[in-house]
């Protein structure tokens, strides 16, 4: 039996767009995903959120599957567009009281709402204004930050800021694989640091309230794929890692990765502000990155991280997302948090889990066997993390549900639970089972 700490957090975790549906529902506004999923050849099968999981209609039968699960946590997103259609501005009722609905009745559940105010839906109107290359979003969601904190602050005892400044900023301005599908170095690192901005100018207003205050980041071990790459791996930490944890909880941006990208936007007062003090920090992990020094001509030196190519070593296990299955890599990375930050507060895993060849079998059941063993890996990593006295106060399996899996659609499937898109119907996996007897345990058997 692998116990976890009496009083630890067992969750599971959604956003907003991946499973709402009802994107023009009660007056919400369009979000930078309507624009991009609607952009042909952006998502997989040309798949959008228009309908995803039904969540807006569905949720209480949903949330009747977190009873079902016995989680004590439940990580959601507020959609802004829902909140704000126009990103500032005149405030939606409707979509306030939609949030408030939720909120209300995960209470009456004993469960806790973890709320993430931003998992990656812009409203498109501020993107008509540069969103994130643009300094005056961070005002935006502040106000933003404000107009929640007085709707929801007198019940809602986690906040979460951001889901992955990284993927916002480095996917979906600087690759352009992600919304709003802007490929330039220049905005990625631009975008980057307005989120931070807007992370450190809303928690002072979160902190008003009576939830405690943190910011999930998406953190992954860099290995080299041989001593050569050693380099090119530091860099690629730098930038996937480094980047985003020292202005958070060093208040300063790294030196080397600032000279390697020219770096010069912060303004006084930036860093103070993005260092503010953390209740919590909440990490997602999935895999380690493997690098090996690319030897191909770098678009632009400031491209974040395209110095190198990721190369997975083709004798790890992988998930359907390619993405190698390596459960030390959690305890690795959560020791290594502990050892180079000693202001970390205590963490969350707030985003953990797999996507594999899910079907439903001729008995109407999905076996789903390989998910469950990489949740028990994973699970059994973060006790030996845990072990080794790294403070960890629970975990949040991504996700409830199959849902939209951004530029991959429809066509992952991460859920405890499998959804029949035709139909909307929800059936437990063997893993939601299982995954309810660990939370029963509070713990590996
Ligand atoms: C490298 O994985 C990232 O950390 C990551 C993985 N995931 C995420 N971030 C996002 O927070 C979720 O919205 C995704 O659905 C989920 C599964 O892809």
New binding site residues.
């Given amino acids: 039996m692998r116990a976890m700490p009496e009083g630890f957090r067992w969750g599971v975790a959604t ?1 907003a767009y ?1 499973i709402e549906g009802s994107v023009s529902a009660d007056g919400r506004g369009p979000s930078i995903w309507d624009t991009f999923s609607a952009t042909p050849g952006a998502v997989r099968h040309g798949d959008t959120g228009a309908i995803a999981c039904d969540h807006y209609r569905r949720w209480k039968q949903d949330f009747a599957l977190l009873s079902e699960l016995g989680v004590s946590a439940y990580r959601f997103s507020l959609a802004w567009p829902r909140i704000l259609p126009e990103g500032t501005g005149q405030v939606n009722q409707s979509g306030l009281d939609h949030y408030r609905r939720l909120v209300d009745d995960l209470l009456a559940r004993g469960i806790e709402p973890v709320v993430t105010l931003y ?2 839906d812009l409203p498109q109107a501020l993107q008509d204004r540069g969103g994130w290359t643009n300094r005056a979003t961070i005002d935006a969601f502040a106000r933003y930050a404000e107009v929640v904190a007085e709707a929801l602050g007198d019940r809602v005892p986690r906040w979460i800021t951001l ?2 400044p990284w ?1 916002s900023s480095f996917v979906g301005y600087g690759s352009g694989r992600h919304a709003p599908g802007i490929a330039d170095g220049r905005s990625a690192l631009l975008a980057a640091h307005h989120l931070l901005c807007a992370h450190g100018a809303a928690v002072p207003v979160l902190r008003e309230t009576s939830g405690q205050v943190g910011v999930t980041v ?1 953190l ?1 071990p860099v290995r080299p794929v041989t001593p050569e790459d050693a380099d090119a791996a530091r860099r690629v930490d730098g930038c996937q890692n480094r980047w985003f944890l020292d202005p958070l909880l060093a208040g300063r941006y790294p030196e080397d990765m600032i000279e390697w990208y020219g770096f010069a936007d912060a303004e006084p007062g930036d860093l103070e502000s993005i260092a503010a003090p953390l209740d919590f920090l909440g990490v ?4 380690r990155t493997w690098v090996a020094s690319g030897d191909r001509d770098v678009p632009h030196p400031v491209h974040p991280s395209l110095d190198a190519h990721q190369v997975l070593p083709e004798k790890l296990p992988r998930t359907l ?1 390619g ?1 190698t299955i390596e459960p030390d890599g959690l305890r690795e990375l959560l020791v290594r948090l502990r050892t180079d930050y000693p202001g970390l507060p205590p963490v969350l895993i707030t ?1 953990n ?1 797999a ?1 594999f060849d899910d079907y439903v079998d001729p008995e109407g059941g999905v076996d789903d066997e390989e998910r469950i063993a990489f949740l028990a890996g994973h699970l059994s990593a973060l006790a030996d993390a845990i072990d080794a006295g790294v403070d960890v106060r629970g975990y949040f399996c ?2 409830l549900l199959d ?1 939209f ?2 530029a991959e659609g429809y066509g ?1 499937r ?1 859920g405890l639970y499998h959804v029949d898109y035709a139909t909307q119907h929800r059936l437990a996996k063997a893993s939601a089972r299982w995954y309810a007897d660990v939370v029963k345990r509070n713990g590996l058997p």
Avoid: L, P
């Fill in positions: 956003a991946q998992h990656w889901n992955e993927v998406n992954s997602n992990y999935y895999t997302m993405w985003e889990g996507a991504w996700s849902n899996e951004w992952r991460f």
